[in-house]
């Protein structure tokens, strides 16, 4: 399309990938977090992961056309990466196993473009040869990778509904991220590679969506909690109390707290840590204006108690 290598599904996958960047700055212009700070910069990504491995190699860009790959292959890997960070921040992990920290993730990823990608090309001029050396070992990598992840969020023994989709669609995610090197490794057939890659974003997308939609659902038992809240935040001065909103993370550890989910039943839920878990609910019960759990539920659970 437009005299360039764009393929038309590319070029459809920018459009939807704009639309749902828009869409979200839209919604999110009254509540500034990190959570919507962080999806905008994936959608970014995304976009820019279409503009240039849709664009490039062009025939008439300046300089050789290493650096066109090197463009290409650098935007794919910063996604990449930048996935696997966002469903972190997700899971609250840290680090998996075979000390897979995002830091350590990053390094790997670019010293094995540089010494398995751009050292043999420059030996061989050998784009194939060069790109065969990389993808392999890599999709192995992160083969290895996904069967770590799957097990880090699997079998949650009392996990509702939507955490249930959240980890299959969190599945699918990084499912398509290990489908990225074999797909350049068969070769440069635009419409499937884009496609795998942009489900990814499609993926995350419900994630946040159904997220919405469940708060929207348990907005009820959530009432007495925020509407405290907000008596906090009007009385902030007199009273002295530090006004916070929930964070995502905090409402979803709430409502399990009001289902009387025990620490560690939330924590298998919720693929994290019991002592995680534990300091969510410190954070939550400050916020509110609690001292323990016990206080929590006799506050909130009231009206449910009532019905």
Known sequence: ???????????????????????????????????FKRFLILGLLFITYNLTGGLLPYDSFPG???????????VAMTLCVFIIYYLYKEYDIVVLKFNSSIRNLAIFTTSSYIILFLVPYFLTNSLILARLL????????????????YNRISNPRN???????????????????ALLPICTAIGDYQWFTFSVMNMAFFAITAIEIDRYLFFIENN??????????????????QRKIIYEDL???????ALSILSNLSYKNIAKDLSIAESTVSKHASNIFKKT???????????FRKRKQIK
């Open 159 to 177: 996990a509702n509904a939507f955490i249930l989709r959240r980890n299959k669609l969190s599945m699918i995610s990084v499912g398509c991220i």
């Open 64 to 74: 050789p056309l290493i650096l066109q790959y090197i463009i290409t292959y650098g």
């Open 220 to 237: 009820t038992r959530m009432y007495e909690v925020f509407a405290f809240q907000k008596k906090q935040r009007d009385s902030t001065v």
């Open 289 to 299: 204006g609690v001292k323990n759990r016990r206080e929590f539920l006799k506050r």
């Open 1 to 35: 399309m437009f005299g360039t290598s764009l393929h038309w599904t590319t070029f459809f996958y920018l459009l939807i990938d704009i639309l749902i960047v828009l869409l979200t700055l839209y919604f999110s212009k009254k509540r500034v977090r990190t959570s």
């Open 134 to 149: 990389f993808t392999i070992p890599i999709s192995v990598a992160i083969i290895i990778f996904l069967f770590i992840f």
């Open 247 to 253: 964070t995502r993370r905090e409402i979803e550890v």
